[in-house]
């Protein structure tokens, strides 16, 4: 089993900035790969969207409406993953959940962290 521990959210005036961090662990202490690390979101009431997510090699993909204000890096040392939030609006308002697709050593599996909340003021 993958743990997280994310960190970062919180409550904001529009326009300001906030960054996320999310570190992964496994209780065993066992080695792991992560190939996919990143971020969803879901505001209340409406579907869980991805917002930024990197490959092993650094390669990203944003969702468009935070193409150019977020920005998503990783530490493969440390199994972290970080999303540096600016120019933030009211409706970048969301549980933030962090996710990484983690190779076992057989298998590729899609793990969740529980979320962290970021509130953006108007």
């Known amino acids: 089993q993958v743990q997280f521990a994310e960190s970062g959210g919180g409550l904001v005036q529009a326009g300001g900035s906030l960054r996320l961090s999310c570190v992964a662990s496994?209780?065993?202490?066992?080695?792991?790969?992560?190939?996919?690390f990143g971020w969803y979101r879901q505001a209340p009431g409406k579907q869980r969207e991805l917002v930024a997510q990197?490959?092993?090699?650094?390669?990203?993909n944003y969702l468009g409406s935070v193409q150019g204000r977020f920005t998503l890096s990783r530490d493969n040392a440390k199994n972290t993953v970080y999303l540096q939030m600016t120019s933030l609006k009211p409706e970048d308002t969301a549980v933030y959940l962090c996710?990484?697709?983690?190779?076992?050593?057989?298998?590729?599996?899609?793990?969740w962290g529980q979320g962290t909340q970021v509130t953006v003021s108007s």
């Open positions: 996710f990484a697709d983690v190779f076992t050593g057989i298998v590729t599996r899609r793990y």
């Open positions: 990197i490959t092993s090699d650094g390669s990203t």
């Open positions: 496994r209780d065993s202490g066992s080695t792991f790969r992560v190939n996919v």
